[in-house]
Protein backbone atom coordinates (compact mmCIF):
# COMPACT_ATOMS: atom_id res chain seq x y z
CA UNK A 1 0.00 0.00 0.00
CA UNK A 2 1.15 3.21 -0.59
CA UNK A 3 1.84 5.81 1.62
CA UNK A 4 2.42 9.54 2.23
CA UNK A 5 5.16 11.18 5.21
CA UNK A 6 5.23 14.53 6.64
CA UNK A 7 7.69 14.92 9.06
CA UNK A 8 7.12 18.61 9.75
CA UNK A 9 4.14 19.23 11.59
CA UNK A 10 4.77 23.01 12.16
CA UNK A 11 6.73 25.18 9.89
CA UNK A 12 7.66 29.20 10.26
CA UNK A 13 9.07 31.45 7.76
CA UNK A 14 9.37 35.24 7.98
CA UNK A 15 7.34 37.30 5.46
CA UNK A 16 8.85 37.03 2.33
CA UNK A 17 11.44 34.77 2.88
CA UNK A 18 11.70 31.12 1.32
CA UNK A 19 10.42 27.85 3.33
CA UNK A 20 10.83 24.24 2.24
CA UNK A 21 8.61 21.56 3.54
CA UNK A 22 9.38 17.91 3.17
CA UNK A 23 7.37 14.79 1.98
CA UNK A 24 8.27 11.36 1.18
CA UNK A 25 6.41 8.99 -0.28
CA UNK A 26 6.17 4.51 -0.28
CA UNK A 27 5.18 3.52 -3.89
CA UNK A 28 6.21 0.35 -5.61
CA UNK A 29 4.03 1.72 -8.91
CA UNK A 30 6.57 3.20 -11.30
CA UNK A 31 4.05 5.68 -12.78
CA UNK A 32 2.07 8.37 -10.57
CA UNK A 33 1.09 11.90 -9.52
CA UNK A 34 2.49 13.86 -6.77
CA UNK A 35 0.80 17.04 -5.23
CA UNK A 36 0.65 19.44 -2.72
CA UNK A 37 -2.26 20.70 -1.22
CA UNK A 38 -3.30 23.86 0.67
CA UNK A 39 -6.02 24.35 3.27
CA UNK A 40 -6.63 27.11 4.90
CA UNK A 41 -8.77 27.78 7.57
CA UNK A 42 -11.94 27.81 5.13
CA UNK A 43 -11.11 24.29 5.18
CA UNK A 44 -11.68 24.42 1.01
CA UNK A 45 -8.27 22.29 -0.08
CA UNK A 46 -6.75 23.81 -3.50
CA UNK A 47 -4.03 22.64 -5.40
CA UNK A 48 -0.75 24.68 -5.14
CA UNK A 49 1.20 22.42 -7.90
CA UNK A 50 1.46 19.29 -9.75
CA UNK A 51 4.29 16.56 -10.41
CA UNK A 52 4.07 13.97 -13.16
CA UNK A 53 6.54 10.61 -11.61
CA UNK A 54 7.88 10.17 -15.46
CA UNK A 55 9.06 13.76 -15.99
CA UNK A 56 12.22 14.96 -14.64
CA UNK A 57 11.83 18.18 -14.73
CA UNK A 58 10.72 19.70 -11.27
CA UNK A 59 7.13 21.72 -11.62
CA UNK A 60 6.81 25.37 -11.15
CA UNK A 61 4.15 27.50 -9.79
CA UNK A 62 4.66 31.22 -9.73
CA UNK A 63 6.38 31.50 -6.26
CA UNK A 64 5.79 27.77 -5.75
CA UNK A 65 8.29 24.99 -7.11
CA UNK A 66 9.07 20.95 -6.00
CA UNK A 67 11.95 19.13 -5.74
CA UNK A 68 11.24 15.74 -7.00
CA UNK A 69 14.05 13.02 -6.29
CA UNK A 70 12.24 9.82 -7.83
CA UNK A 71 14.79 7.36 -6.63
CA UNK A 72 14.75 8.80 -3.19
CA UNK A 73 11.04 8.79 -3.18
CA UNK A 74 11.21 12.81 -1.72
CA UNK A 75 8.72 15.83 -3.19
CA UNK A 76 9.56 19.15 -1.26
CA UNK A 77 7.77 22.04 -1.81
CA UNK A 78 9.85 25.42 -1.99
CA UNK A 79 7.80 28.75 -1.16
CA UNK A 80 9.51 31.84 -2.53
CA UNK A 81 8.90 35.17 -1.15
CA UNK A 82 6.06 34.07 1.44
CA UNK A 83 3.28 35.85 1.46
CA UNK A 84 0.37 36.29 4.48
CA UNK A 85 -1.31 34.61 2.49
CA UNK A 86 0.93 31.31 2.37
CA UNK A 87 -0.32 31.04 6.02
CA UNK A 88 -2.19 27.22 5.84
CA UNK A 89 -2.10 23.56 6.33
CA UNK A 90 -0.09 22.13 3.25
CA UNK A 91 -1.20 18.41 2.41
CA UNK A 92 1.27 16.54 0.16
CA UNK A 93 -0.68 13.37 -1.81
CA UNK A 94 0.13 10.62 -3.97
CA UNK A 95 -1.97 9.57 -6.94
CA UNK A 96 -1.46 5.75 -8.80
CA UNK A 97 -2.06 5.49 -12.19
CA UNK A 98 -3.27 1.52 -11.45
CA UNK A 99 -5.19 0.28 -8.62
CA UNK A 100 -5.23 3.48 -6.59
CA UNK A 101 -6.00 5.40 -9.64
CA UNK A 102 -8.60 7.98 -8.46
CA UNK A 103 -7.77 7.40 -4.95
CA UNK A 104 -6.01 10.19 -3.58
CA UNK A 105 -3.61 9.04 -0.57
CA UNK A 106 -2.71 11.81 1.70
CA UNK A 107 0.27 13.02 4.15
CA UNK A 108 -0.78 13.94 8.05
CA UNK A 109 -0.12 17.60 7.17
CA UNK A 110 2.24 20.73 7.82
CA UNK A 111 0.60 23.77 9.60
CA UNK A 112 2.71 26.62 8.45
CA UNK A 113 2.91 30.15 10.03
CA UNK A 114 4.11 33.41 8.55
CA UNK A 115 5.64 36.04 10.41
CA UNK A 116 4.88 39.44 9.24
CA UNK B 1 -18.28 28.66 -12.56
CA UNK B 2 -19.97 27.23 -9.10
CA UNK B 3 -17.26 25.10 -6.98
CA UNK B 4 -18.62 22.04 -5.09
CA UNK B 5 -21.29 22.94 -2.54
CA UNK B 6 -21.70 21.12 0.76
CA UNK B 7 -24.11 21.59 3.10
CA UNK B 8 -24.44 22.21 6.12
CA UNK B 9 -21.57 23.68 6.88
CA UNK B 10 -21.66 22.83 10.27
CA UNK B 11 -23.27 20.34 12.20
CA UNK B 12 -24.04 19.71 16.28
CA UNK B 13 -25.53 16.29 17.19
CA UNK B 14 -26.34 14.14 20.02
CA UNK B 15 -24.42 10.68 19.56
CA UNK B 16 -26.92 8.22 18.49
CA UNK B 17 -28.71 10.68 16.60
CA UNK B 18 -28.55 10.64 12.55
CA UNK B 19 -26.99 13.45 10.05
CA UNK B 20 -26.77 13.83 6.80
CA UNK B 21 -24.98 15.93 4.43
CA UNK B 22 -24.87 16.79 0.87
CA UNK B 23 -22.37 17.59 -1.96
CA UNK B 24 -23.34 19.22 -5.16
CA UNK B 25 -20.46 18.54 -7.68
CA UNK B 26 -18.74 20.62 -10.44
CA UNK B 27 -21.20 20.74 -13.42
CA UNK B 28 -20.25 17.53 -15.43
CA UNK B 29 -18.34 15.79 -13.10
CA UNK B 30 -19.40 12.53 -13.35
CA UNK B 31 -16.45 11.23 -10.57
CA UNK B 32 -17.85 12.21 -6.56
CA UNK B 33 -15.80 11.80 -3.97
CA UNK B 34 -16.29 11.68 0.22
CA UNK B 35 -13.41 12.02 2.31
CA UNK B 36 -12.64 11.94 5.82
CA UNK B 37 -10.65 14.08 7.72
CA UNK B 38 -9.90 13.59 11.23
CA UNK B 39 -8.60 16.83 13.39
CA UNK B 40 -4.91 17.00 12.90
CA UNK B 41 -4.81 14.47 10.08
CA UNK B 42 -5.23 14.30 6.12
CA UNK B 43 -8.13 13.53 3.96
CA UNK B 44 -9.36 9.86 3.50
CA UNK B 45 -11.34 8.74 0.84
CA UNK B 46 -14.73 6.81 1.85
CA UNK B 47 -16.36 6.32 -0.76
CA UNK B 48 -15.88 6.88 -4.97
CA UNK B 49 -18.71 6.95 -7.60
CA UNK B 50 -18.21 6.94 -11.10
CA UNK B 51 -21.71 8.16 -12.18
CA UNK B 52 -24.22 6.75 -9.68
CA UNK B 53 -22.27 4.09 -9.34
CA UNK B 54 -20.27 3.38 -5.86
CA UNK B 55 -16.82 1.86 -7.76
CA UNK B 56 -14.86 2.18 -4.10
CA UNK B 57 -16.70 1.96 -0.68
CA UNK B 58 -13.96 -0.22 0.69
CA UNK B 59 -13.37 2.04 3.56
CA UNK B 60 -16.72 3.24 4.61
CA UNK B 61 -17.97 1.67 7.57
CA UNK B 62 -20.95 -0.22 6.09
CA UNK B 63 -22.42 -0.34 9.45
CA UNK B 64 -23.66 3.21 10.26
CA UNK B 65 -22.23 4.71 7.35
CA UNK B 66 -24.42 5.05 3.53
CA UNK B 67 -24.20 7.37 0.87
CA UNK B 68 -26.47 7.33 -2.51
CA UNK B 69 -25.90 9.14 -6.12
CA UNK B 70 -29.23 7.95 -7.49
CA UNK B 71 -28.78 10.59 -10.83
CA UNK B 72 -25.16 10.47 -11.09
CA UNK B 73 -25.41 14.20 -9.80
CA UNK B 74 -25.45 15.43 -6.13
CA UNK B 75 -24.81 13.00 -3.08
CA UNK B 76 -25.72 12.10 0.05
CA UNK B 77 -23.52 10.53 2.99
CA UNK B 78 -25.23 9.70 6.33
CA UNK B 79 -24.51 8.83 9.98
CA UNK B 80 -27.01 6.36 11.45
CA UNK B 81 -26.62 6.35 14.81
CA UNK B 82 -23.52 8.86 15.05
CA UNK B 83 -20.82 8.37 17.16
CA UNK B 84 -18.69 10.71 19.54
CA UNK B 85 -15.28 9.39 17.22
CA UNK B 86 -17.77 10.94 13.78
CA UNK B 87 -16.79 14.12 14.82
CA UNK B 88 -14.32 15.67 11.91
CA UNK B 89 -14.61 17.08 8.87
CA UNK B 90 -16.51 15.51 5.62
CA UNK B 91 -15.06 16.42 2.59
CA UNK B 92 -16.52 16.00 -1.00
CA UNK B 93 -14.90 16.43 -3.77
CA UNK B 94 -15.49 16.30 -7.70
CA UNK B 95 -13.54 15.43 -10.96
CA UNK B 96 -14.07 14.75 -14.79
CA UNK B 97 -12.71 11.33 -15.60
CA UNK B 98 -11.40 11.47 -18.78
CA UNK B 99 -8.20 10.05 -19.36
CA UNK B 100 -5.49 9.19 -16.69
CA UNK B 101 -5.15 12.40 -14.93
CA UNK B 102 -8.39 14.10 -13.18
CA UNK B 103 -7.98 16.77 -11.38
CA UNK B 104 -10.02 16.19 -7.91
CA UNK B 105 -11.80 19.72 -6.86
CA UNK B 106 -12.79 19.91 -3.11
CA UNK B 107 -15.84 21.50 -2.07
CA UNK B 108 -16.05 23.52 1.82
CA UNK B 109 -16.78 20.65 3.90
CA UNK B 110 -19.28 19.98 6.91
CA UNK B 111 -17.52 19.86 10.19
CA UNK B 112 -19.64 17.35 12.52
CA UNK B 113 -19.36 18.06 15.94
CA UNK B 114 -21.06 14.99 17.96
CA UNK B 115 -22.13 15.09 21.70
Known amino acids: AQTVTQSQPEMSVQEAETVTLSCTYD???????LFWYKQPPSRQMILVIRQEAYKQQNATENRFSVNFQKAAKSFSLKISDSQLGDAAMYFCAYLGYGGSQGNLIFGKGTKLSVKP | EAGVVQSPRYKIIEKKQPVAFWCNPISGHNTLYWYLQNLGQGPELLIRYENEEAVDDSQLPKDRFSAERLKGVDSTLKIQPAELGDSAVYLCASSFSFGVYNEQFFGPGTRLTVL
Open chain 1, 27 to 33: TSESDYY
